[in-house]
């Protein structure tokens, strides 16, 4: 009783409950170590006279995961805790932790007292003439109000305590929604896009794959949990995006957990994952705000699976090499096909402070689809993932991503090559180019006589309304040796699309 109680006089007190509270917004964040790191506020919402301003930072000595920006203004003092990014593979590697907080500068009570008006204090005495008179007259003796208590302290060991309770605790999220038109005039369709069905109007488009209708496609909240060397992370999400994430042998739905799993870090050298969490495989992610493009490359969603379930450990050699190795039930499944698991690992190399590479692979036992051997044979399912960035200038960024995917005796190869340049803090454009040879119809589940080649070139247009705001104006042609596609009720060998999208995260 006494900790809610508090509590509750922690968040009702005006004094306490404004000494921290969020104000205003990062919105510029770049640099590619914390020494190297730039990181403006925009005050414009807080009153103060300077709207946009450069922080300060300090960068722990310990580790390069996370800094702290601050600036002292006029009127407030402002804070932001800056953190790397998990998946931003060279690009954006830094990123808003919660949120930028203002800090109202305390006062003593000398101050206060010279700043706040005085009030008269009136001492009421009894006149001994009127009690005894009341007294006499059987009256008794005047009521006298007792004064009121005086407000309850707060120690700072009370304080520390209800800080503590709700410390350690980050909040990320997004909301991603697109309008896409296909010209060749997609019938209308009323599947599901599942993981088993990953295609609908827009062939071969893993989540924008609605024609001419505007769609909601995905919510996240990710919360996680900070105590000393553990983190813990609830990854949630919601929409058709999710129910194509969710796999195969799942808890399938809508609404799912993306990732749910617990991080042990006992050093900085050693990181351990166990639980739920998304691949090691491809340049791309879920997020759409993460990628350069909005749609997804054909390499993200027919070559490498979405998430994996078990373990995984992290070695930092040095700051310019890192290994990982992990042990999985498959892919995007919560148990194992053949009761047999899958193993892989990735060996991150930034040879220079303009270059990464990452080496990734995995392999395991897995049901050979039924287009290539209808007695679903069980054989080894393996994947080979090469990812390079190179930083050519502040503002133009090179990517390429190579995959070569295997089944038995079956298999696809396919590469994308991305070209990102950034105008200015608002606006990028992002051309995207793929060559998928698909000659035994492992990749796309075809049954088409000696495979198909699939060109893709998209182009991508982002204007940044703000630094969590997004829109990005996108065209997307895909062409294939074979007709795969359809056009007005006709097969043809090319699609092409327009899309529309927007997406807001915190």
Request: aromatic letters at 10%; a neutral charge; one cysteine or more.
């Amino acid at each position: 009783m006494r900790n809610i109680a508090l509590i509750t006089l922690l968040f009702s007190s005006p004094v306490l409950a404004s000494t921290l509270e969020p104000c205003g917004e990062v919105s510029v964040i770049s640099g590619e170590t914390c020494e190297s790191s730039s990181v403006k506020f925009d005050l414009s919402k807080c009153n103060e006279k300077e709207s946009v301003v450069l922080a300060k930072i300090s960068c722990s000595k310990t580790s390069n995961d996370e800094f702290t920006a601050t600036h002292r203004g006029p009127k407030h003092n402002y804070r932001a805790v800056i953190e790397r990014k998990s998946s931003g593979w060279g690009k954006n590697e830094y990123e808003l932790k919660g949120k930028l907080w203002r800090h109202l500068r305390a006062q003593s009570v000398s101050q206060r007292a010279q700043t706040e008006p005085q009030k008269d204090v009136v001492v009421a005495e009894k006149p001994v003439v009127e009690t005894a008179a009341r007294e006499l007259a059987g009256l008794g003796a005047p009521v006298v109000v007792a004064p009121p208590a005086p407000p309850t302290q707060v120690s700072d060991e009370d304080i520390a305590k209800v800080v503590n309770l709700f410390s350690g605790f980050t909040f990320k999220g997004s909301v991603d929604a697109y309008y896409s038109y296909n010209f060749n005039s997609a019938p209308l369709t009323t599947a599901t896009p599942t993981a088993l069905n990953t295609q609908s109007q827009n062939k071969y488009h893993v989540f924008d794959t609605y024609h001419d209708d505007l769609q909601f496609a995905y919510a996240r909240l990710q919360i996680q949990k900070v105590t000393g060397p553990v983190t813990t992370t609830l990854d949630l999400a919601y929409g058709p995006t999710m129910q194509v994430v969710s796999g195969f042998k799942t808890d399938a739905g809508q609404v799912n957990a993306k990732q749910v799993y617990a991080t042990y870090k006992p050093n900085d050298k050693w990181t351990i994952d166990v639980g739920r969490f998304t691949t090691h495989l491809g340049y791309e992610v879920i997020e759409s705000q993460d990628n350069w493009n909005y749609s997804r490359s054909i390499l993200f969603g027919y070559f490498v699976p979405f998430w994996h379930q078990g373990a995984k450990v992290s070695y930092a050699a040095s700051e310019k090499l890192t290994v990982m190795a992990l042990a999985t039930d498959g892919w995007n499944n919560l148990y194992a096909d053949t009761k047999q698991k899958s193993y892989g690992g990735q060996i991150a190399w930034l040879p220079t402070d303009s270059l990464s590479l990452y080496f990734n692979g995995i392999t395991g036992s897995a049901a050979t689809p039924t287009n290539l051997d209808a007695s679903g044979a069980v054989k080894a399912r393996t994947v080979y993932d090469f990812i390079s960035v190179y930083k050519a200038t502040s503002k133009l960024t090179f990517a390429l991503n190579a995959d070569l995917y295997q089944i038995g005796n079956f298999s696809a190869t396919g590469i994308a090559a991305y070209a990102n340049y950034r105008f200015d803090d608002e606006w990028a454009l992002t051309p995207r180019l793929e060559f998928i040879n698909d000659r035994d119809n492992l990749a796309f589940a075809e049954t088409l006589s000696n495979g198909q080649e699939v060109t893709s070139l998209t182009l991508t247009l982002e204007n940044r309304l703000t630094p969590n705001a997004v829109v990005r104006l996108e065209g997307r042609r895909d062409q294939s040796t074979q007709d795969v596609f359809t056009r007005d009720g006709s097969a043809v060998n090319s699609q092409t699309l327009g899309t529309l999208s927007f997406t807001t995260s915190f």
